[in-house]
């Protein structure tokens, strides 16, 4: 057994005062800044819009980020559950939804059975979702004229689950000997042809050219989370024109970008990346996570990776965003890491889903290393448009720290993912200086990833109690083995 004894971290919410955060932080050695106070509404710099080179206007400093969907149809439509979430978004007060959810372009390349799929066949489906975006907005706002609204293109890769919940159908550009392990990958299953990839490229511009025809005004053209676009950036060994060199490494988004100018011309596009990443972890005997290595040395499948395995290197990136920029794309979202195989980069957090681990450091630490890592590269890109993520865990004291980084230019937007799915309407309340809705605030139970990983729709259900009065909350509590 092991002997390390497990760290005991504080809960946000028990951080009443300034004085308790700042010292909280300093004795945890957390490298983080915050205001005091929040400056009134009107001079807010949440409240600052953004003009775009292409002269589309956003109206404020909010971001909704994409969300994996769990609630669609077989065939990828959406559903009740599906319209509702996109009404919060639509009516929470943010002036950029980013890409509002993941949607797979073509059936194969779907993460699970209910994943929104764009295709002729659910067309007026994604004309419908936009329109009600717009409408609601509307209703509440007066108007969308400062609305940016977005569509999340993808391709799951090595986490496709087309047919069911339980069983992968991966699609794999190399083999990975630490994450074919773990999901049951063998040496001889096949890797995606080049010509499989061409193909893959025309579904992605096809599915550009549908969004921009439905009114989307932008598409995300998703590279991260280990999903297919991130993979193809850690194909080091991957022979052939789409691995090996950076100028191969980022063909599939070249060649994609390409077809999206000549198809679709006009419509912005915009990327979500992965900045970095680590090894996978796996849970310890303790149950805190701990990175499963190959060789402590060496671990050469990290894009922004420093070859350890744990430390990051921003030369790739920034090269990726120079690319991006040359390519005349400004909007970029940075994230990091996979929440298959390690979810606390992604999505610091105090309470693990069911298939983690405990955090294997102050989750504030967490926090602190996506925005510094998002500062960095807003310093060496200052033209670009950037979206930072890894806000949630902050909780009460979210609105303080995003102020922060507004006002020292260390990102341009507050990107706020699971925190919309207790709270939809904390940008609005922000942005009018009001109270923040306490029992609203998400505390990072992580059941909107449990839910999903058993099969289960995907909902706040601790919070909202639109979930939390339905039959499958009940189910949650006993998978969890809660009573």
């Known amino acids: 057994m092991s002997t390390k004894s497990k760290p005991k971290y504080s809960r946000v919410a028990q951080l009443k005062t300034t004085a308790d955060l700042r010292k909280y932080l300093a004795d945890n050695q957390v490298d983080l800044d915050f205001d005091d106070e929040l400056v009134d509404a009107a001079e807010s710099p949440f409240a600052q819009g953004i003009s775009l080179q292409s002269g589309r206007y956003i109206g404020n400093r909010f971001c909704i980020l994409p969300m994996e969907g769990w609630d669609g149809t077989e065939d990828g439509r959406p559903t009740e559950f599906t319209k509702r979430r996109w009404e919060n978004f639509a009516i929470s007060g943010a002036k950029l939804l980013w890409g509002c959810e993941a949607v797979a372009v073509r059936h194969e390349g779907r993460a699970n059975p209910?994943?929104?799929?764009?295709?002729?066949a659910n067309f007026q489906d994604f004309v419908d979702l936009f329109n009600l975006v717009?409408?609601?907005?509307?209703?509440?706002?007066?108007?969308?004229?400062?609305?940016?609204?977005?569509?999340?293109?993808?391709?799951?890769?090595?986490?496709?689950?087309?047919?069911?919940?339980?069983?992968?159908?991966?699609?794999?550009?190399?083999?990975?000997?630490?994450?074919?392990?773990?999901?049951?990958?063998?040496?001889?299953?096949?890797?995606?042809?080049?010509?499989?990839?061409?193909?893959?490229?025309?579904?992605?511009?096809?599915?550009?050219?549908?969004?921009?025809?439905?009114?989307?005004?932008?598409?995300?053209?998703?590279?991260?989370?280990?999903?297919?676009g991130h993979e193809f950036l850690s194909s080091f060994n991957r022979e052939g024109k789409y691995g090996g060199s950076f100028e191969n490494r980022t063909r599939f988004l070249r060649n994609i970008v390409e077809g999206i100018k000549r198809e679709a011309p006009g419509l912005e596009m915009g990327i979500r990346l992965s900045a970095f990443d680590f090894v996978p972890f796996k849970k310890g005997e303790d149950g805190q996570g701990e990175p499963d290595y190959l060789s402590a040395e060496s671990y050469g499948y990290a894009f922004g990776g420093a070859g350890n395995g744990t430390t990051i290197d921003l030369d790739e990136p920034k090269a990726f965003l120079a690319l991006a920029q040359s390519l005349g794309i400004q909007l970029i979202c940075i994230t990091a890491g996979s929440p298959y195989y390690n979810p606390h980069l992604t999505r610091p957090a105090i309470f693990p889903p069911s298939?983690?681990?405990?955090?294997?450091?102050?989750?504030?630490?967490?926090?602190?290393?996506?925005?510094?890592?998002?500062?960095?590269?807003?310093?060496?890109f200052p033209?670009?448009?950037?979206?930072?993520?890894?806000?949630?865990?902050?909780?009460?004291?979210?609105?303080?720290?995003?102020?922060?980084?507004?006002?020292?230019?260390?990102?341009?937007?507050?990107?706020?993912?699971?925190?919309?799915?207790?709270?939809?309407?904390?940008?609005?309340?922000?942005?009018?200086n009001q109270p923040l809705q306490r029992k609203l605030i998400c505390?990072?139970?992580?059941?909107?990833?449990?839910?999903?990983?058993?099969?289960?729709?995907?909902?706040?259900?601790?919070l909202d109690p639109y979930y939390k009065s339905m039959d499958i909350a009940n189910q949650l509590k006993q998978l969890k083995g809660e009573k």
């Open 383 to 432: 033209d670009m448009v950037i979206v930072g993520s890894g806000y949630s865990y902050l909780q009460d004291w979210l609105p303080n720290f995003g102020q922060y980084v507004l006002r020292h230019n260390m990102a341009d937007f507050v990107g706020l993912g699971r925190m919309v799915l207790s709270y939809p309407t904390m940008p609005a309340d922000i942005l009018s």
């Open 114 to 120: 209910n994943q929104l799929c764009m295709n002729e």
């Open 443 to 462: 505390r990072t139970f992580s059941d909107c990833t449990t839910a999903p990983r058993n099969g289960l729709i995907s909902g706040c259900f601790p």
């Open 134 to 228: 717009m409408n609601k907005h509307a209703e509440k706002f007066g108007n969308t004229d400062d609305l940016m609204v977005g569509l999340q293109l993808t391709h799951s890769g090595r986490f496709c689950k087309p047919h069911s919940h339980k069983k992968f159908e991966s699609k794999i550009l190399y083999h990975h000997p630490l994450l074919d392990k773990k999901f049951g990958i063998g040496e001889d299953y096949p890797l995606m042809t080049d010509e499989d990839i061409d193909a893959l490229v025309g579904d992605f511009v096809k599915a550009a050219v549908m969004a921009q025809k439905a009114g989307y005004h932008f598409v995300d053209l998703k590279h991260c989370h280990g999903y297919l």
């Open 355 to 380: 298939d983690g681990y405990q955090p294997p450091e102050e989750p504030l630490l967490g926090v602190a290393r996506h925005l510094a890592v998002t500062q960095e590269l807003k310093e060496a």
